[in-house]
């Protein structure tokens, strides 16, 4: 959609932002509501695409035990399939492998991995169960982070 701006999230979009995101991970994949936020001891720094004013995707970074992780990829439902999620995940690591992070790790769900694969990660582990589908553990360096 032409009127897509991908863009850090401010502060005033995180309430869309953890409608979007229980929306879909309790309400698509049944991960209980409790679990979905990020804590804020991890300082999350969170990306959304924006369309017209409507959150319509969002993407965080946090750092857990010394590592950085990605999480909390979601795309509403009706803007599946166009790219938008690919240009969420784009412009989120670049702006992240710009400030001087080199690696971010992630649990990824089966379409999330497609992207990262796509973009130069990789995977480190077997895909485990995760409440509705599985979550494969990846990886992705700075150095081998390719944007198409």
């Known amino acids: 959609m032409e009127n897509t ?18 929306s879909v991970f309790n309400g698509e994949q049944t991960i209980p509501t409790e679990l979905i936020p990020i804590p804020d ?28 992780h990605l999480g909390r990829f979601a795309v509403s439902p009706n803007r599946r399939g166009v ?26 769900r089966d379409t999330t991995v497609h992207i990262i694969l796509k973009h130069g990660g990789r995977i480190i582990g077997e895909a485990v169960p995760f409440f509705k589908g599985n979550v494969t553990p990846m990886f992705i360096s700075k150095d081998s982070f390719e944007k198409t």
């Open 83 to 108: 790219s938008l999620g690919s240009r969420l995940f784009e412009t989120a690591v670049q702006d992240i492998f710009q400030s001087g992070i080199e690696v971010l790790y992630c649990e990824a």
């Open 5 to 22: 701006v991908i863009r850090k999230a401010t502060d005033q979009d995180m309430k869309d932002i953890m409608e979007l995101i229980i």
């Open 41 to 68: 001891e991890l300082t999350p720094r969170w990306w959304c695409a924006d369309e017209n004013g409507v959150i319509t995707g969002s993407i965080a970074l946090y750092q857990e035990h010394g590592e950085w």
